[in-house]
């Protein structure tokens, strides 16, 4: 008998639970800790000014400038807070990347200023408030911009009637032309399409196959509107006929080391919702639910959601229009993110 068993023959079971207790509080404070630092230690700053977290701010502010852009009421002018950002985090890409021309993130930036350049120079909108936000030779730049298929931003018209089909193509077909759509047709999303929509979802991978993954389903528009408004980031367009939110039920998981795992299965069943979504020919966007502690209580209260669940995303639902503007949204290649080992 080794020394473990034979101190666990001795002690009571209820002192030995307790023990085994204590030290799991012990350790998920410790992870707690390390976690922290580490991830407060290295995520992108305003002052960063290494490569890899100016391009972390490149790209977000690069996505809000093609959400502009594809806004069905396009609106000209807007955006200049987010123009003085990207002009901002591109002078910085010039200093911290020796190779700048041919970074992708500052060639993604020079198309998306190219767009709102010949937007608003074929509406005939005056842009010098804008163009002082530039360097001359930013400005001048992507004013001669010419894209190719690798290297793109903004937003182009997608012709929804291509969806038609898209249960009989393949697995690959379909999610090269998934795009997030935040504007829908007014016709009504049959609960019968969304109850096939799950079912397929089911199918996705969970630990053990424990299947902790939740879903509320909104339809009533001014509860989603009211949920809409806690979360934020939809302001600006008409409210989605359906809104889900994905959440994970925490008693599905069993310890200090499973701590990560609600968002992992999480995240793997919206994904697998998302592509059931595009398959059965309805439009979506993923949208975030990084609550904060109020944003989270606020929620709960109005979806009577229990504690012991914790939210992943929002996902915004609706029938495809005749034709929607969509953002670009370009991809790394994958050489740039495999690491050979």
């Given at each position: 008998m080794s020394t473990k068993q034979t101190i666990k023959s001795i002690v009571p079971s209820v002192v030995w639970n307790g023990l085994k207790f204590i030290?799991?509080?012990?350790?998920?404070?410790?992870?707690?800790?390390?976690?922290?630092?580490?991830?407060?230690?290295?995520?992108?700053?305003?002052?960063?000014?290494?490569?890899?977290?100016?391009?972390?701010?490149?790209?977000?502010?690069?996505?809000?400038?093609?959400?502009?852009?594809?806004?069905?009421?396009?609106?000209?002018?807007?955006g200049k807070g987010v123009l003085a950002e990207i002009s901002k985090?591109?002078?910085l890409l010039e200093k911290a990347d020796a190779g700048y021309s041919d970074n992708p993130l500052y060639l993604q930036?020079?198309?998306?200023?190219?767009?709102?350049?010949?937007r608003h120079e074929a509406d005939g909108y005056d842009l010098s408030q804008v163009k002082v936000l530039f360097p001359e030779h930013i400005w001048n730049k992507a004013s001669k911009y010419q894209s190719d298929d690798s290297i793109n931003a903004g937003s182009f018209i997608m012709d929804t009637s291509s969806k038609a089909n898209n249960l009989s193509k393949g697995f690959a077909e379909l999610s090269e032309h998934r795009y997030s759509v935040r504007e829908y047709s007014p016709e009504p999303v049959s609960q019968e399409l969304l109850d096939r929509v799950y079912s397929v979802s089911m199918k996705t991978p969970s630990v053990c196959n424990r299947q902790a993954t939740r879903v509320y389903q909104l339809?009533?528009?001014?509860?989603?509107?009211?949920?809409?408004?806690?979360q934020g980031g939809f302001n600006g367009y008409d409210m989605p006929p359906v809104l889900l939110l994905i959440t994970s039920d925490i008693r599905a998981f069993m310890n200090n080391g499973e701590r990560n795992e609600p968002f992992v299965d999480g995240g793997l069943f919206s994904m697998s919702l998302l592509y059931a979504l595009e398959a059965h020919g309805l439009a979506a966007c993923p949208l975030n639910a990084m609550f904060s502690l109020p944003q989270d209580s606020a929620t709960r209260e109005l979806l009577s959601m229990p504690e012991y669940e914790l939210p992943v995303m929002y996902i915004a639902v609706g029938n495809f229009p005749e034709a929607v503007p969509v953002c670009c949204s370009t991809r790394r290649m994958p050489e740039s993110i495999v690491t050979r080992v």
């Amino acid at each position: 008998m080794s020394t473990k068993q034979t101190i666990k023959s001795i002690v009571p079971s209820v002192v030995w639970n307790g023990l085994k207790f204590i030290k799991e509080q012990v350790s998920i404070r410790k992870a707690e800790r390390i976690q922290s630092k580490r991830f407060m230690g290295w995520i992108s700053r305003e002052e960063s000014t290494d490569k890899a977290r100016i391009e972390t701010r490149l790209a977000f502010d690069i996505h809000r400038l093609e959400k502009g852009l594809s806004h069905v009421e396009f609106r000209d002018g807007f955006g200049k807070g987010v123009l003085a950002e990207i002009s901002k985090r591109m002078v910085l890409l010039e200093k911290a990347d020796a190779g700048y021309s041919d970074n992708p993130l500052y060639l993604q930036g020079l198309a998306v200023l190219h767009e709102y350049q010949h937007r608003h120079e074929a509406d005939g909108y005056d842009l010098s408030q804008v163009k002082v936000l530039f360097p001359e030779h930013i400005w001048n730049k992507a004013s001669k911009y010419q894209s190719d298929d690798s290297i793109n931003a903004g937003s182009f018209i997608m012709d929804t009637s291509s969806k038609a089909n898209n249960l009989s193509k393949g697995f690959a077909e379909l999610s090269e032309h998934r795009y997030s759509v935040r504007e829908y047709s007014p016709e009504p999303v049959s609960q019968e399409l969304l109850d096939r929509v799950y079912s397929v979802s089911m199918k996705t991978p969970s630990v053990c196959n424990r299947q902790a993954t939740r879903v509320y389903q909104l339809t009533d528009p001014e509860k989603i509107r009211a949920a809409l408004k806690i979360q934020g980031g939809f302001n600006g367009y008409d409210m989605p006929p359906v809104l889900l939110l994905i959440t994970s039920d925490i008693r599905a998981f069993m310890n200090n080391g499973e701590r990560n795992e609600p968002f992992v299965d999480g995240g793997l069943f919206s994904m697998s919702l998302l592509y059931a979504l595009e398959a059965h020919g309805l439009a979506a966007c993923p949208l975030n639910a990084m609550f904060s502690l109020p944003q989270d209580s606020a929620t709960r209260e109005l979806l009577s959601m229990p504690e012991y669940e914790l939210p992943v995303m929002y996902i915004a639902v609706g029938n495809f229009p005749e034709a929607v503007p969509v953002c670009c949204s370009t991809r790394r290649m994958p050489e740039s993110i495999v690491t050979r080992v």
